[in-house]
């Protein structure tokens, strides 16, 4: 088949007879329909990753078609899906043996395996399913009314909404949401903030991106100027607009979606009392920041960490942008072909435009 197989950094390949098993005993395969350029593959492309060992395709943001009829799960009851299918994919494989995978926290499993780090992704024309995430209903159908580009998005929206559901979604009109970084995930942050009426704050270093979030309803679109070199300067003028915008009370619920230490460090600079705090994105490098444990203490305030999704979360994602609640096309800026997966790579790099999709194979 056709892939694009990561080699270690710097190095993708494009390969037109890459041998690969599928439909076999302990899988079934998808034929690529769309698969999006997430950063984390643009971090592993750059600088390789501890949990990838080439060589491997990448891309876990899939949407593909059956190419046999299966047994899975759906809202807890055993559904047939049928060959021709279209399906969108949580990357999750889990153990099953574990106790987060007996409690149906698959995303939290000890011996966790992801499809585009440890499995091979959907950076290529098949990918093969293993079975144990058939079984927990890792193969959601994509309702017709949601095409091919957008249901490749459907997971790091899944992922979203597991983010502010462990900040305990549902501020409405009551409380402010600040969201630091700018990017795609950030602005799906912004489409389910607004979803349910939160006042939302975009701060992000990208003009044009903040003025996209402008016009998909953030109340106030900053530009953070902090120069990341010196770690003892904020963006005070940013600062002040946040107080001021609250009326001196800071951000109740503030998602990190940035890989940038600064953006925490500045999170707890406009964290109200009993705010919560999520960090979404893996921050770069070992990194420790400082943080006053008699603050978090006097302003009982929470910081909370959320990664991937589950199953369950996608499906949620599907019927949020299936009713029209969640418009994922106002994401996607840019199509590629397989063969140009390095320019892919390097329009996400380079903050060309939003979410990048590869939809030819």
């Known amino acids: 088949m056709r892939a694009a197989v990561f080699y270690g950094p710097g190095c993708i390949v494009n390969k037109e007879n890459y041998l690969t098993r599928i439909n076999n005993k302990d ?126 998005l459907l997971e790091p929206l899944a992922c979203c909404l597991n983010s502010q559901i462990n900040l305990g979604s549902g501020l409405g009109r009551e409380g402010t949401m600040a969201i630091i970084g700018d990017g795609p995930i950030g602005l799906l942050h912004l489409l ?24 998909l309803g953030a109340d106030l679109s900053l530009l953070f100027n902090r120069n990341d070199m010196d770690d003892s300067r904020y963006d005070e003028d940013t600062l002040s607009r946040v107080l001021s915008y609250t009326e001196g009370y800071g951000a109740d619920s503030i998602i990190v979606a940035t890989s940038s230490p600064a953006a925490f460090e500045f999170a707890l600079k406009i964290a109200a009392k009993n705010s919560k705090i999520n960090i979404f994105a893996g921050i770069l490098g070992r990194c420790s920041v400082p943080l006053d444990l008699n603050w978090l203490h006097y302003n009982q305030a929470t910081v909370t960490g959320s990664f991937s999704s589950t199953p369950n979360m996608l499906k949620k ?23 140009d997966i390095k320019n892919a790579l390097l329009a996400t790099e380079n903050y060309l435009g939003l979410r990048v999709i590869i939809d030819k194979f």
């Open 192 to 215: 389910l903030s607004k979803s349910i009426g939160t006042r939302t704050i975009m701060i992000g270093k990208i003009p044009g991106r903040l003025a996209k979030a402008t016009s």
């Open 27 to 152: 899988g079934i395969a998808l034929k690529l329909k769309a698969c999006a350029v997430c950063g984390y593959d643009v971090r592993v492309f750059r600088n390789g990753h501890l949990k990838v060992t080439p060589p491997i395709i990448l891309g876990h943001e899939i949407c593909g078609e059956i190419t046999r009829d299966v047994n899975s799960i759906l809202n807890g009851k055993e559904i047939l899906i049928k060959a021709g299918t279209r399906v969108t994919v949580s990357p999750i494989v889990p153990c099953m043996k574990c106790r987060y995978c007996n409690k149906n926290e698959y995303n939290l499993c000890l011996h966790l395996r992801e499809i585009g780090s440890s499995i091979n992704g959907g950076f290529a024309e098949y990918i093969n399913i293993p079975t144990q995430l058939v079984k927990i209903g890792g193969l959601v159908p994509v309702p017709d009314n949601i095409n091919d580009d957008e249901a490749a």
């Open 317 to 339: 994602s599907a019927d949020l942008v299936s009713t029209g609640q969640i418009k994922l096309s106002e994401i996607i800026s840019h199509h590629y072909s397989l063969v």
